[in-house]
């Protein structure tokens, strides 16, 4: 499956954004998806994660109460959509697959988007 992120940009602490990730070449139905994000001179890290059907999501610390993961199957889209942006949230953000379930473990996808840079001003 291959995977095109985009959505990001410039915003204002306090603001808001939406990720998305278009999925081809597979039947996105059968995927898990995950969001990871890494900042300059840091590791990549766990955002959120949902299985292939969505009911079941997973969100890191850093982001639960503020980010939320959904995916709509007919267009082959999975969504971040990010409130109350914090200067930390400042990353390039990423999109994976694995088959069937989220994980919150990157080394456990086998494909991903080419990411695209959310940056948070204060």
């Known amino acids: 499956v291959q995977l095109q992120a985009c959505g990001g940009g410039l915003a204002q602490a306090g603001g808001s954004l939406r990720l998305s990730c278009v999925a081809s070449?597979?039947?996105?139905?059968?995927?898990?998806m995950g969001w990871f994000r890494q900042a300059p001179g840091k590791e990549r890290e766990f955002v959120a994660a949902?299985?292939?059907?969505?009911?079941?999501?997973s969100y890191a610390d850093s982001a639960k109460g503020r980010f939320s993961i959904s995916r709509d199957n007919a267009k082959n889209t999975v969504y971040l959509q990010m409130n109350s942006l914090k200067p930390e949230d400042t990353a390039v953000y990423y999109c994976a697959a694995r088959t069937y379930y989220g994980s919150t473990y990157p080394q456990a996808y086998p494909n991903w988007g080419q990411g695209t840079q959310v940056t948070v001003s204060s």
């Open positions: 949902l299985n292939w059907s969505g009911d079941s999501k």
């Open positions: 070449g597979r039947t996105f139905s059968n995927y898990g």
